[in-house]
């Protein structure tokens, strides 16, 4: 019973790979023989230097980051990016595109706009309740950045393919999709992401920032605000969250080592997704509520012919072991967040709970 | 030999209790019976809610906070509250007092200014490299408000009794004293502390407000950048760091129910510096570097006779399973931090190795 797990479909905080956790937890009193904890190390010790610098070095190869780009640990979660963004990269006189495909996009918009900046929406998803990514659209040629949200949590889309913006620097949050497939970042200025969704536990927020937007941010913000102070500082520059960089640093080599890699990642995810989709469509019972070409590889988005029977798929779901399907509070129905940790066996669990359920209410 | 452990006297991130370690590392794989580890379960559970409320009712408890307070937590570390507290409650036209008693003090200052605010140094003690703390300062009547930073951990002085300000609300950085004596908390408008010295891991930042200051806040702050947010939700506007906040929580339950409270703490950390500083005093060899009456009681700064002789103490001292000790990089010599966690036999093998390497090399 101590150590019973159960399959986490949360949206984040979400599931981590389990050699991860009972590495930390081995480990836990004796950190690299340091005779200390990984939450009592110095932020300022070799010990911990070697974390940090792995971590970087790990996402480097991972995404193939040329010389250009800084990987930096931050904190605040993408809610503080939103601030950031318009803070550092929107002069007075600059505008910037913003795609409006739901929740989090809708919240970087407004935390610009309170700011007093110039904003577009380039395009939005909201006539359709954000059931789909736009197409088509077209950005201005002398926007600062175009800001796009890669994977929409609550609402299970996803772009498929990133837009050519004809030359003005992506700027995405990638929180619930960062490092779960491959893609190009030659042509991203920035990527920031939570990491509590693929690649850790809450309390740091990965950014992969290009020199050419570092050359952007203004001398005038407090040091805590600027990209470019944890850029000239390794993420260094005061008390870093340790022990969520640790665990990033653990599920990395995880994704390198015991996954192999980034290709094998997508391809155990692209068949996930595939394994739950495919049943969802084969369904009369359960629908999914997202646009067939924008669906989310990471959030299985869908619906059962009533309410009451949601609410009652989610509670028998995790007496079978199956957790965190609810849908998100704004927008209610089903959710299942099948992010890098999560394991085939706990989508094919899934998956047979469905049938049985569909079973004896369909 | 994997559970080894070290008397752990470095300055932040620092140690934690033993048994709070033990207990996270025996909970790591499921969390409150969820099946998760607390870093897998989502911040908007009721096992989560159970640990910030928990948290929240032991700091209200623990500084017999009125109902005019609330506990935040926040991320960024005091780093951030520097920038936060001129944007929230330095309206234009309104000017706030700073003492600057060191390191920390000046990077505060400097935050103010960077923004534009009207900021008045009311006292320093930099003419004597911040050896001491102020007296008779006399503040401003009008001062939106008085900014102090309560423990200097680089220098090791510390505030014996907080000032009198004639009305203007205190707002202090307590990083490295909170909870670890009494004090009235009501003339104070604003404390704030990254948890990694007395009472967490790095990646939380505790912020406790007065509603006073709270209505000060502006509406045209970026989201996350408003005490206001972090007020109307408890912390929870956006994902937290859980795994800091628990740790917090799991230190507060210590200190309350093993300790035995606040004044229980207060005359362990007492005994353990007048040990440690009676020790220095009586010795020839070791020389304090702090004013006696200004000296903190966490933070125990000295100097050897030689640089040569205080590298040879540090390196010494660990292999004697001492760490931590080498002085803040900015001002050399060497430091015992003896936090809340430090039990008084760590100090005592300290006191033992010290007598010893005076005798070698004296």
Redesign the interface.
Same mark, same amino acid.
Do not use: W
């Given at each position: 019973m101590?150590? $019973? /797990?159960?399959f986490?479909f949360?949206?984040? +905080? !979400?599931?981590?790979p =389990?050699p991860v956790?009972?590495e930390?937890?081995?480990n836990? =009193?004796?950190f690299a023989g340091? #005779? &200390?904890?990984i939450?009592?190390?110095? $932020? /300022?010790s070799p010990a911990f230097d070697e974390v940090i610098n792995d971590a970087v070095a790990r996402i480097r190869r991972l995404l193939d980051l040329d010389d250009r780009f800084k990987v930096l640990f931050m904190? #605040? %979660?993408?809610?503080?990016q *939103? !601030?950031l963004i318009p &803070?550092n990269f929107l002069a007075a006189g600059d505008t910037a595109d913003y795609v409006n495909t739901g929740t989090w996009s809708t919240?970087a918009i407004k935390?610009a706009q309170?700011? #007093?900046k110039s904003v577009r929406v380039a395009a939005s998803s909201e006539d359709r309740d954000f059931a789909y990514i736009p197409k088509g659209i077209e950005y201005r040629p002398d926007a600062a950045f175009v800001h796009i949200t890669s994977n929409n949590t609550i609402k299970g889309t996803q772009w498929a393919k990133f837009p050519d913006t004809g030359g003005a620097p992506l700027v995405a949050d990638m929180s619930s999709d960062i490092l779960s497939r491959r893609f190009d970042a030659s042509g991203f200025g920035l990527i920031y992401a %939570?990491a509590?969704k693929n690649i850790g +536990? !809450? %309390?740091?927020c990965l950014a992969i920032i290009r020199d050419d937007m570092l050359a952007k941010v203004p001398d005038?913000?407090?040091?805590?605000?600027k990209y470019t102070t944890y850029a000239a500082k390794n993420s260094l520059?005061?008390?870093? +969250?340790? *022990? !969520?960089i640790y665990?990033v640093q653990l599920v990395l080599k995880w994704l390198e080592e015991t996954v192999g890699g980034l290709d094998k990642m997508e391809a155990a995810n692209r068949e996930k997704a595939e394994t739950l989709y495919g049943f969802i469509d084969g369904s009369g019972f359960y629908r999914g509520t997202a646009d067939v070409d924008s669906r989310s590889m990471m959030n299985v988005t869908f619906r059962l012919p009533s309410e009451a029977l949601e609410k009652k798929f989610v509670a028998e779901a995790l007496e079978n072991?199956l %957790?965190?399907l609810k849908g998100h /509070?704004s927008v209610g129905g089903c959710r299942a967040s099948i992010y890098n940790p999560m394991p085939k066996e706990g989508v094919e669990a899934l998956v047979d709970f469905m049938k049985e359920f569909e079973r004896k209410n369909g």
């Open positions: 101590k150590d $019973h /797990r159960i986490n949360n949206p984040g +905080p !979400a599931a981590l =389990l956790l009972e930390i937890q081995d836990f =009193l004796n340091t #005779g &200390m904890s939450t009592e190390v110095s $932020h /300022r904190q #605040g %979660g993408a809610s503080l *939103f !601030a &803070m919240k935390e309170v700011l #007093g %939570g509590q +536990p !809450a %309390g740091v005038d913000l407090p040091s805590m605000l520059y005061n008390t870093p +969250p340790c *022990f !969520a665990t072991d %957790g965190g /509070r």
